[in-house]
Nanobody, 122 residues
Framework: VQLQASGGGLVQAGGSLRLSCATS????????TTWFRQAPGKEREFVAS????????NYADSVKGRFTISRDKVKNTVYLQIDSLKPEDTAVYYC????????????????WGQGTQVTVSS
């Protein structure tokens, strides 16, 4: 699947954003989709995942209660709603997809979107 991430931007702390991960030319059926993020000078880290068919969701502890992952089967799009943004959420956010069960390891994915920048000002 080819992935297109969008929705990033510059927001103040406490604000919200909704990121989108859309496919082109295919569907997410059978795939799990995961959001990762990479802050400057840091490794890419797991944020949240969703099984597109099952709807099973998993979150990193650092984002539980503030981030919500969801999917629209008709639009073949996975969303990441980010609320109560903090400066430490500043990063490039990537979506990735793999067949079967989601993984928290970046090496498990070979389908990646291009990334969308989220910058949170204090």
């Amino acid at each position: 699947v080819q992935l297109q991430a969008s929705g990033g931007g510059l927001v103040q702390a406490g604000g919200s954003l909704r990121l989108s991960c859309a496919t082109s030319g295919s569907t997410f059926g059978g795939y799990s989709t995961t959001w990762f993020r990479q802050a400057p000078g840091k490794e890419r880290e797991f944020v949240a995942s969703i099984g597109f068919n099952s709807g099973i969701r998993n979150y990193a502890d650092s984002v539980k209660g503030r981030f919500t992952i969801s999917r629209d089967k008709v639009k073949n799009t996975v969303y990441l709603q980010i609320d109560s943004l903090k400066p430490e959420d500043t990063a490039v956010y990537y979506c990735a997809a793999r067949l079967g069960i989601a993984s928290r390891d970046t090496v498990s994915y070979n389908n990646w979107g291009q990334g969308t920048q989220v910058t949170v000002s204090s």
